[in-house]
């Protein structure tokens, strides 16, 4: 059980007064040292000095603070403050936090993380305190959602919103948006459904970032709507091509990360970059990457191409917008100037024959260390020819140990002659 006191709790007024006292927070002169208000009237019984030594940037975390304190003090002692911590401290009533706020006129940065807010009611004109606030911290607060809308209709400029760990699984849309937001942290609340993310298009259509974590365990299969922008990384929930085209739905959609997810892992790279970037037509980063207006036009060529030979029912929609914009292209002539990647390969030891496939970007070395296993002899006990079928000429020995193998233009049904190295 509290004493009554602690039930009363701290002032802000009280802490400030302690914290940037001249005894615990030494006075500093000079530019840039801090900002010293003097008022020319203490009123009687102040718990103020006669100068605190208060920078712009007001920390004030985890101080037991659950009121306001005397707003005139607040606001002779505040005026320069711009950035303002009141994290972890026992604020659960919205008209005590709006007499801090209202009485610091400069305020951009406000802090509320981890005070008890939870199922607190914020009346219309305790909301209005925080017009002038542009980034606002509520992490941790349990704060309800209909909150949430009433603070953003209320902040004309606000451009930074933090919501982590206040267990959301729904949100409701607000027929307000608030078009100057930028930057949205959701993260670690319980947002499952697709329809409710693109909710944070309508309401926020400037929206430019919204961090991952927990949207890994979205139903894709639900999203509809429009405007919004993301940056995804490692999206375990997109298993299928169509699931990546939903992100269309969100047409301001600029910067992706799509990286580690099974539904890409059976493309070559330059396939992957290719399909997603025809997919994503407002991206301008790929995985960290540029997209350049030419890189977009070969890549929705080759998506017209890739998907030639699918019956109808199998077309991503995709495809056919591309197919008005460019046509019904006809298959590239197929010329593959890359060294070939592996042969097939005869390898003679003594008596003994065996097929093997061979990886053309090893080295020599690395192909003697394959060798061990298939002719029992230990790498420095072999000496190796490579044998062109094709040639007229005899076994070339492959004596230098890092070169290539690409280099011998190695083909399919050539020989490889293994000789023990005599003592």
Known sequence: MEPPEDMEGRTFVEVMSEKYSPENFPYRRGPGMGVVVVPTVVPQGSPMKDRLNLPSVLVLNNCGIRRAGDQAEIAAFCAHVIELDLSHNKLQNWHEISKIVSSIPNLEFLNLSSNPLAGMSLEPR???????????VLNNTQVSWDTVLQLTREI?????????LNE?????????????????HITDNSLKDWAEVRKFGFMFPSLDTLPRSQLNQLDCDRVSGNSAVFQYQRMKCLNR?????????????EEVRLQ???LLQAYTNAERRSLMIAQLPSISLLNGSVVTDSEREDAERFFIRYYLDYPEEELPYRYHSLVTKYGKLEPLAEIDLRPRCHAQVEVHCEEKVEQLNIRLDQTVAELKKQLTTVVQL????MRIYYINKCSAFGPEEMKYNTRALHSYSIQDGDEILVVPKTK
């Open 126 to 136: 305790c909301a209005e305190a925080f017009s002038r606030v542009r980034r606002l």
């Open 241 to 253: 091509w169509d699931d990546i085209e939903k992100l269309n739905f969100f047409p301001k959609l």
């Open 260 to 262: 580690g997810i099974p």
């Open 168 to 184: 959301y699984s729904s949100v409701s849309a607000s027929s307000v948006a608030c078009p100057t937001l930028r930057l949205l």
């Open 378 to 381: 230990s790498t420095n006990s």
């Open 156 to 164: 004309p400029e606000l451009e930074e919103l933090f919501l982590c």
